[in-house]
C-alpha cells in the first residue's frame, strides 16, 4: 500500500488534528489542504503554536519521527531578554509538571538568537513594545512532554509568548510560508543518537 507524506507549516490558531467534537468551532489542518483518508499529525504543536509539522498516512514512520533518535528544534520568542544562566540552565536540565508530577528534562542544546531567519516571518503580534523588551531563544529536544519549551522557558524566568518548530531531524520550515502544505515522497530523518 503506498502512503502520503507531507511537510506543512502550521499557523497559529490551529489545531494538530482533523476532527475536533467538541461546541465550539475550531480551526483544524483540513481547511488547509485535501488530505487523503487516514492521514495524522505526527506528534503536534499546540494552537497557540506554529511551525513544521509532519502528516503521514503510515503509522510506522509515525513512530519513528516521535522516537527519541530525532531531533525537533523550537524557536520561542521570550518575555525580556534571556540571560546565558537560563540558556545553560534550559541546556542542563530543568525541572517541570508533567500530568501532576515533576519531571527533570534531558539535556538539550540551546542558544541565543540574535537575528531570525527570514522563514520565521512576523507572526502574530504578541505586544506593544512598552510592555517590555522581548528575547528569542532556540532550544533542541529529542523528547516532547506536553507543553515541554514553555514549560521550560518559564522555569527559568522567561515564559515563552510565542513558539515556532524550525526544524525535525535535517528537514526545516525554509521555502514553507505560513499554511503552505508539501507532499513528500519521504522523510530523510538520520537518527542523532
Given at each position: ?52 509539522l ?19 528544534e523550537y ?31 534531558k ?31 532556540s532550544i ?22 510565542r ?31
Amino acid at each position: 500500500m503506498a502512503h502520503y507524506h507531507f511537510l506543512i507549516h502550521k499557523p497559529h490558531g490551529y489545531l494538530s488534528q482533523f476532527i475536533y467534537e467538541k461546541k465550539r468551532h475550531k480551526k483544524l489542518l483540513g481547511e488547509l489542504y485535501a488530505f487523503p483518508e487516514g492521514t495524522m499529525a505526527i506528534g503536534r504543536l499546540d494552537e497557540d503554536s506554529e511551525g513544521l509539522l509532519f502528516l503521514t498516512t503510515d503509522g510506522m514512520m509515525s513512530e519513528r519521527v516521535r522516537s527519541k533518535t530525532v531531533a525537533k528544534e523550537y524557536y520561542a520568542q521570550v518575555d525580556g531578554i534571556i540571560t546565558s544562566e537560563a540558556v545553560e540552565a534550559i541546556q542542563n536540565g530543568v525541572e517541570i509538571g508533567v500530568k501532576g508530577t515533576r519531571y527533570t528534562t534531558k539535556k538539550c542544546e540551546a542558544r541565543r538568537i540574535t537575528e531570525l531567519p527570514d522563514f520565521i516571518g512576523e507572526g502574530r503580534r504578541i505586544r506593544d513594545e512598552r510592555h517590555g523588551p522581548t528575547s528569542w531563544v532556540s532550544i533542541t529536544l529529542t523528547e516532547g512532554k506536553f507543553r515541554q519549551v514553555r514549560k521550560m522557558t518559564a522555569a527559568v524566568g522567561f515564559p515563552t509568548l510565542r513558539l515556532v518548530r524550525v526544524r525535525i531531524g535535517t528537514i526545516t520550515l525554509q521555502n514553507l510560508e505560513s499554511g503552505a502544505v508539501r507532499e513528500v515522497d519521504h522523510f530523510e530523518l538520520p537518527e542523532t543518537l
